[in-house]
């Protein structure tokens, strides 16, 4: 597959177009040390180091900083998008081709209710498995995920292989006589647009609410979280993670590798949550909490 100058130009249509040669098509996405002419790289910075790297690549297509020095020797022939953030542009780039390849089908090993409702373009992976759920417009639910009755999945939401969504919380009761009975959870669990979720993320249900994880969150390997539990918009929530029931992450947060939030606890808008920390109280919003257990360390924009 190729796309063509054109296409790229709208695609980065806040980036600086110099050079262009309309008649380019760009087929890869590769380092700049092993770009072919065909390839479109990305380069960060203006040193000396930087334009000779551009210089010696074979691609002709380069995603470069607003500071970059495109009148420099040897560099004639190469059309540049200038970017306020050359990587995330050029991210930006790579999914927007990946997604104009994508097939919207449904697996045939795929186990779907009858009554769930799937939007006219989303992908299922084989022998995933989807109760009466809502799933929204450009969802991938990748193979071997498991999506549980009253989960509502918002568009262009991504679920990995193996993610399991809207699953029964852990909840019991001892008894007088010391036998555990179980709290069924009948609650619902949503996801809004573009989540993404990873490998062996779980999310529970809410016992009688909803748990909910707000707008373009990211969840890596291995996150857990909890019944009753909230997450808000923009945050990540990196590998390891264990949101204990109850517990409220809020909007642009960042929780560290392996790290635990004790139920019911709030980490406040903002905040940075270093890798294996342990949360055994509230952190207020913009603030640095690294230790185990965790303790204030600074303001998160010090």
């Given at each position: 597959?190729?796309?063509?100058?054109?296409?790229?130009?709208?695609?980065?249509?806040?980036?600086?177009?110099?050079?262009?040669?309309?008649?380019?098509?760009?087929?890869?996405?590769?380092?700049?040390?092993?770009?072919?002419?065909?390839?479109?790289?990305?380069?960060?910075?203006?040193?000396?180091?930087?334009?000779d790297?551009?210089?010696?690549?074979?691609?002709?297509?380069?995603i470069?900083?607003?500071?970059?020095?495109?009148?420099a020797?040897?560099?004639?022939?190469?059309?540049?998008?200038?970017?306020?953030?050359?990587?995330?542009?050029?991210?930006?780039?790579?999914?927007?081709?990946?997604?104009?390849?994508?097939?919207?089908?449904?697996?045939?090993?795929?186990?779907?209710?009858?009554e769930?409702?799937?939007?006219?373009?989303?992908?299922?992976?084989?022998?995933?498995?989807?109760?009466?759920?809502?799933i929204?417009?450009?969802?991938?639910?990748?193979?071997?995920?498991?999506?549980?009755?009253?989960?509502?999945?918002?568009?262009?939401?991504?679920?990995?292989?193996?993610?399991?969504?809207?699953?029964?919380?852990?909840?019991?009761?001892?008894?007088?006589?010391?036998?555990?009975?179980?709290?069924?959870?009948?609650?619902?669990c949503?996801?809004?647009?573009?989540?993404?979720?990873?490998?062996?993320?779980?999310?529970?249900?809410?016992?009688?609410?909803?748990?909910?994880?707000?707008?373009?969150?990211?969840?890596?390997?291995?996150?857990?979280?909890?019944?009753?539990?909230?997450?808000?918009?923009?945050?990540?929530?990196?590998?390891?993670?264990?949101?204990?029931?109850?517990?409220?992450?809020?909007?642009?947060?960042w929780?560290?590798?392996?790290?635990?939030?004790?139920?019911?606890?709030?980490?406040?808008?903002?905040?940075?949550?270093?890798?294996?920390?342990?949360?055994?109280?509230?952190?207020?919003?913009?603030?640095v909490w690294?230790?185990?257990?965790?303790?204030?360390?600074?303001?998160s924009?010090?």
């Open positions: 597959m190729q796309i063509g100058l054109k296409q790229i130009q709208d695609i980065l249509s806040d980036c600086e177009g110099r050079n262009l040669r309309m008649n380019r098509e760009v087929n890869a996405f590769v380092p700049i040390e092993d770009a072919a002419e065909t390839a479109a790289v990305w380069i960060r910075g203006a040193s000396q180091a930087s334009i790297k551009v210089r010696n690549s074979a691609a002709l297509v380069i470069a900083g607003l500071d970059f020095p495109i009148d020797e040897g560099l004639e022939e190469k059309t540049f998008f200038l970017a306020a953030n050359p990587r995330l542009s050029f991210a930006r780039l790579v999914r927007a081709f990946h997604n104009l390849s994508r097939e919207w089908s449904i697996h045939p090993t795929a186990q779907i209710h009858p769930a409702e799937l939007a006219g373009k989303v992908f299922v992976g084989p022998y995933a498995v989807i109760g009466k759920a809502i929204g417009e450009e969802s991938v639910i990748e193979g071997h995920c498991t999506i549980h009755d009253n989960v509502r999945i918002g568009k262009r939401v991504v679920l990995h292989h193996h993610t399991c969504v809207g699953s029964d919380g852990f909840s019991f009761e001892w008894r007088d006589d010391g036998e555990i009975e179980k709290f069924l959870h009948i609650g619902s949503v996801l809004e647009d573009d989540v993404e979720a990873y490998p062996f993320v779980n999310i529970d249900r809410g016992t009688l609410g909803t748990v909910r994880v707000g707008r373009g969150t990211k969840l890596d390997h291995f996150v857990h979280v909890g019944h009753n539990c909230s997450v808000g918009k923009n945050s990540m929530i990196t590998a390891g993670v264990v949101m204990c029931g109850g517990s409220t992450v809020g909007d642009n947060v929780v560290g590798v392996q790290s635990t939030i004790k139920e019911k606890c709030v980490v406040g808008d903002g905040a940075y949550i270093g890798l294996n920390s342990l949360i055994i109280k509230d952190v207020p919003a913009k603030e690294v230790g185990s257990p965790a303790k204030f360390l600074r303001k924009d010090d």
